[in-house]
């Protein structure tokens, strides 16, 4: 089976935890886990049209963007003005619907508010974070 070509939408502040966890998943031979993670490693920037340039790139390389729904993925980012959109996470969406990839949602906890750009997309949900309901949520994207 070839791996699913996935780009990781998550809040690096509070989520990264969970994102390290799904490479763990990834490189365990142990689990039946298999994606190829295209989100750039840490962007050296601080200037908002690099990052977007270096985000649009590993979208466009991905087929599937994951978004991990933190307690943090809907709130407002000091620079949304210039981002264009309300945070990195909706900016992040919005390329990967327009680069028509699919959308799979993983809620931390069901009171999380969900971004804005996530809703009405018809993206697949895993409503909490273990590796059946992200493979099922994968499998149905």
Do not use: C, H
Not at 2 to 7: Q, Y
Not at 35 to 64: G, H, N
Not at 105 to 129: I, R, T
Request: hydrophobic share 40%; no cysteine.
């Amino acid at each position: 089976m070839a791996k699913k070509r996935v780009f990781v939408s998550f809040d690096y502040d509070d989520d990264r935890n969970y994102k390290y966890l799904l490479n763990a998943w990834d490189a365990n031979s142990n689990f039946d886990f298999l994606f190829s993670d295209l989100t750039p490693s840490e962007i050296q920037s601080w200037r908002v049209d690099r990052i977007k340039a270096v985000l649009t790139r590993k979208i466009r390389e991905a087929t599937t963007t994951l978004v991990i729904v933190g307690k943090n993925a809907n709130k407002q980012d000091p620079k949304s003005a210039e981002i264009g959109y309300r945070n990195w996470i909706n900016f992040e969406v919005a390329k990967s619907k327009e680069n028509r990839n699919k959308l799979v949602g993983v809620k931390l906890d069901k009171n999380f508010q969900s971004p804005d750009e996530l809703l009405n997309s018809g993206a697949s949900w895993a409503m909490s974070f273990t590796q059946d309901a992200i493979i099922k949520a994968l499998n149905n994207a």
